[in-house]
Antibody
Framework: QITLKESGPTLVKPTQTLTLTCTFSGFSLSTGGVGVGWVRQPPGKALEWLALLYWDEDKRYSPSLKSRLTITKDTSKNQVVLTMTNMDPVDTATYYC????????????WGQGTLVTVSS | EIVLTQSPGTLSLSPGERATLSCRASQSVSSSYLAWYQQKPGQAPRLLIYGASSRATGIPDRFSGSGSGTDFTLTISRLEPEDFAVYYCQQYGRAFGPGTKVDIK
């Protein structure tokens, strides 16, 4: 059974850097054909894809946010970390991580999400 | 960058009715890489359909997906009370469409 859980601050100030950790179980990011993605959702709005990390360390970023995002992994800890710089109130959202199947691109298991509020 | 649009924005139907949701891509998408998700308030999205037409594990057969190229469809044959939710399409683990809300008429 695959499980994922997001963790990190619930409140950040404008201009600060957000660091979120996705801790997972039931799979390994050293296994071929696996990825972990990050998705966010502002309150009352649609899902927005942010970043994707494959088992082979290949990375993909949303073109509109690429300059602000970094995604990394710690295979030994079963964790994927997303950092987003220069946070703004418009970045207030629930942030989700999800397990991705490389062959189909489907996100078949999701974390519960963590709400991050950007406010001074 | 592929952009997905979904229509209609909101679909108001009654339980037992058929729902037809559309997802259109700005350029051709491999059918293998088109997925649909359901999201209810306060919950994470749930995978419904992948590869344009394959149902995910545990998804009832009233949900079906079809399409190719730039036009894809999610059909719910007979709406159950638990199906009233927001539905998103996605191409290969990346961009999502803006969603279609299916609400009770």
């Amino acid at each position: 059974q695959i499980t994922l859980k997001e963790s990190g601050p619930t409140l950040v100030k404008p201009t600060q850097t957000l660091t979120l950790t996705c801790t997972f179980s039931g799979f390994s990011l050293s296994t071929g054909g696996v990825g972990v993605g990050w998705v966010r959702q502002p309150p009352g709005k649609a899902l927005e894809w942010l970043a994707l990390l494959y088992w082979d360390e290949d990375k993909r970023y949303s073109p509109s946010l690429k300059s602000r995002l970094t995604i990394t992994k710690d295979t030994s800890k079963n964790q994927v970390v997303l950092t987003m710089t220069n946070m703004d109130p418009v970045d207030t959202a629930t942030y989700y991580c999800a397990h991705m199947d490389y062959d189909s691109g489907k996100y078949d298991s999701w974390g519960q999400g963590t709400l991050v509020t950007v406010s001074s | 960058e592929i952009v997905l649009t979904q229509s209609p924005g909101t679909l108001s139907l009654s339980p037992g009715e058929r729902a037809t949701l559309s997802c259109r891509a700005s350029q051709s998408v491999s059918s293998s890489y088109l997925a649909w998700y359901q999201q209810k308030p306060g919950q994470a999205p749930r995978l419904l359909i992948y590869g344009a037409s394959s149902r995910a594990t545990g998804i009832p057969d009233r949900f079906s997906g079809s399409g190719s190229g730039t036009d894809f469809t999610l059909t719910i044959s007979r709406l159950e009370p638990e199906d009233f939710a927001v539905y998103y399409c996605q191409q290969y683990g990346r961009a999502f469409g803006p969603g279609t809300k299916v609400d009770i008429k």
